[in-house]
Structures are given as structure tokens and as C-alpha cells.
Nanobody
Framework: QVQLVESGGGLVQAGGSLRLSCAAS????????MNWYRQAPGKQRELVAR???????NYSDSVKGRFTISRDNAKNTVYLQMNSLKPEDTAVYYCNEVVVTGTPQREYSYWGQGTQVTVSS
């Protein structure tokens, strides 16, 4: 079983910065991708940033140039650095990892519990 624990959300003024963290624990053979999603009230969950095992990253157009996804392999942690925050960034942010684990090995998708980010104008 793999667990993801998020931290770093909070209230910030527009133009400010926050860094979200997602620490993974459990038996993981390999990680195929590490992702951050967000869901605003009344809206569907959307992919914000993706870091695949090759090191390539992808961002939604709405956050490109402002958000950066990174990982610390030694700490089994993925980060989302969010700069120049806007009120429209307000949402619950979810960490997601697609990993290979188990016996026999299979691909699984795990989710964190979510962390609230609120940006005031």
C-alpha cells in the first residue's frame, strides 16, 4: 500500500507564493508519473502539472510559467512551487502518483487527501 501525504496549502494574497509538498510512503518499485491536480468549487478536477519518469514536465496553460513541479528522490517527495498566485488558482490541490508496485507488479494510481489553497484578491 502506498500513501501520499500533502502539506503546504494555506491562504495567500494575490501575487504571493506557496510550495506544496507530497510525501510518499510504502513499497514502490518504480514511479511512472507524479502529478498535481486541482479542483475548484463547482468545477471538474484538472491536471495542473505532471512530472514523468523521464524527467519531462508538462503544465496546464493556466499555470505555465508560474508553477514548477519537482521531486526529491531521497525524500520520496514531489513539490509544486506556485508563484504569482491569482485568485483563480483557489482550489483544493491533490497529489497523484502512478506507480508500479505489488506482487505481481502492476501499475496503480494513488491520491493524496488534498490541501486547500486560497488566494485572496
Amino acid at each position: 500500500q502506498v500513501q501520499l501525504v500533502e502539506s503546504g496549502g494555506g491562504l495567500v494574497q494575490a501575487g504571493g507564493s506557496l510550495r506544496l509538498s507530497c510525501a510518499a510512503s510504502g513499497s514502490i518499485f518504480s514511479i511512472n508519473s507524479m502529478n498535481w491536480y486541482r479542483q475548484a468549487p463547482g468545477k471538474q478536477r484538472e491536471l495542473v502539472a505532471r512530472l514523468v519518469y523521464t524527467g519531462n514536465t508538462n503544465y496546464s496553460d493556466s499555470v505555465k510559467g508560474r508553477f514548477t513541479i519537482s521531486r526529491d528522490n531521497a525524500k520520496n517527495t514531489v513539490y509544486l512551487q506556485m508563484n504569482s498566485l491569482k485568485p483563480e488558482d483557489t482550489a483544493v490541490y491533490y497529489c497523484n502518483e502512478v506507480v508500479v508496485t505489488g506482487t505481481p507488479q502492476r501499475e496503480y494510481s494513488y491520491w493524496g487527501q488534498g490541501t486547500q489553497v486560497t488566494v485572496s484578491s
